[in-house]
């Protein structure tokens, strides 16, 4: 068996899920924060931060390419002797690689990435409108109904079966996210501490919840159809990322100009208001990006879901700490509902063992 990939004698395995985990909770209370934070009138573009993102994750994902691409086991064949010794940047060396990245990025099959990433695109620019809307904690948990739309695609596109407990997981889940929505719609959500410090920033929980709805259906459509166009090919994952972001930029590139920016300058309009959260929230979903790259290649989606559960303990209580969330008695059961459900869906059935798990990426 292949040695299991890992760093300090910790499998990269464990490592990449708990840091999707702690990544997932940042990331909600960092873009939450960067949303409410200041008035209206002076936030910056989610549009600009969508096509940042994708510039950036495109970007380090072909650096990444780039070094691993000597190690496609398509090209043992035809490297020139005396390429596989010596310096890296020989020049040599760096244009046979250029040539080779070339043909694996534009492969006749790259147009298949085009419907995640639009999928994609349209999911990220949905998140900042929930994030704009909801409390971090209440958009954490209403976008654990990702793992219904994810199952029921799973089951329309790829024919996955599900056991009986799993179908009972996600009953519980709508039931959970329903509940965590009641105390939303009763007017019970706490104030976060920026929204008493500017008047002029109102949430609206209805639109905030039909974004994460939204978000959940692009979400479990994208995250199937990555996994087919995985699956039915031997392309290497950071391949699969560079056309993900790559196809991504075109739609990326619709709602700024649609939004028409001021009279200034195209460029600095886009980077109006543009800082050093706007800055945070983008790093941090490329991070998060590159880490569920990494959960996809060294984990799976079971594990995946596991991560996902866990943040929502960690953002929750970030919430508490940090916007003066105030816990309500219906928010803890809606919470423990989504938690047990989420459980439940991953927990494998031993028995025959002939129904697999959900979405398991291999
Ligand atoms: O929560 P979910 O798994 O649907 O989120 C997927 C997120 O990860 C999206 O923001 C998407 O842009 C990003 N992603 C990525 N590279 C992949 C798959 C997803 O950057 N290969």
């Known amino acids: 068996t292949p040695p299991v990939?890992?760093?300090?004698?910790?499998?990269?395995?464990?490592?990449?899920?708990?840091?999707?985990?702690?990544?997932?909770?940042?990331?909600?209370?960092?873009?939450?924060?960067?949303?409410?934070?200041?008035?209206?009138?002076?936030?910056?573009?989610?549009?600009?931060?969508?096509l940042l993102n994708e510039l950036l994750k495109g970007s380090i994902s072909l650096a990444i390419a780039f070094t691993r691409i000597d190690r496609s086991t398509s090209y043992a064949s035809d490297t020139p002797p005396g390429l596989t010794t010596g310096r890296f940047w020989h020049p040599s060396k760096v244009w046979l690689r250029i040539?080779?990245?070339?043909?694996?990025?534009?492969?006749?099959?790259?147009?298949?990435?085009?419907?995640?990433?639009?999928?994609?695109?349209?999911?990220?620019?949905?998140?900042?409108?929930?994030?704009?809307?909801?409390?971090?904690?209440?958009?954490?948990?209403?976008?654990q109904m990702k793992i219904l739309t994810t199952a029921a695609f799973s089951v329309l596109l790829l024919r996955k079966q599900l056991s009986a407990s799993q179908w009972l997981a996600l009953f519980f889940l709508a039931i959970g996210v329903g509940i965590v929505q009641i105390q939303t719609g009763m007017g019970g959500t706490a104030k976060t501490a920026s929204t008493l410090l500017f008047a002029g920033t109102s949430m609206n929980a209805l639109k905030g919840f039909m974004a994460v709805v939204a978000a959940c259906f692009t979400s479990g459509l994208a995250g199937v159809y990555f996994e087919m166009v995985l699956k039915n090919s031997q392309a290497d994952l950071w391949i699969r990322n560079v056309q993900l972001s790559a196809f991504s930029l075109l739609p990326a590139l619709v709602p700024i100009i649609l939004s028409r920016p001021s009279d200034a300058g195209f460029i600095s309009s886009l980077f109006e208001n543009f800082g050093a959260w706007a800055w945070a929230t983008v790093a941090i979903q490329v991070f998060g990006g590159l880490v569920t790259a990494m959960v996809i290649k060294y984990s799976d989606n079971i594990l995946k879901g596991f991560a996902t559960s866990l943040s929502i303990v960690i953002s929750f209580l970030a919430s508490v700490a940090l916007f003066d969330f105030q816990i309500t008695f219906t928010f803890i059961l809606g919470s423990v509902v989504v938690l047990i459900a989420t459980w439940l869906y991953n927990t494998p059935v031993r028995s025959s063992g002939s129904v697999r798990l959900g979405f398991a990426v291999k």
């Open 99 to 143: 040539r080779r990245l070339g043909r694996e990025v534009f492969s006749p099959d790259c147009w298949k990435l085009s419907i995640p990433a639009i999928l994609y695109v349209i999911q990220n620019n949905l998140q900042y409108v929930a994030a704009t809307n909801l409390e971090a904690a209440t958009f954490q948990v209403s976008y």
């Open 5 to 50: 990939p890992s760093l300090c004698g910790v499998p990269l395995k464990y490592i990449s899920l708990v840091t999707l985990a702690v990544q997932n909770s940042l990331l909600t209370i960092i873009m939450h924060y960067s949303r409410v934070s200041i008035p209206p009138s002076q936030s910056y573009s989610a549009p600009t931060a969508v």
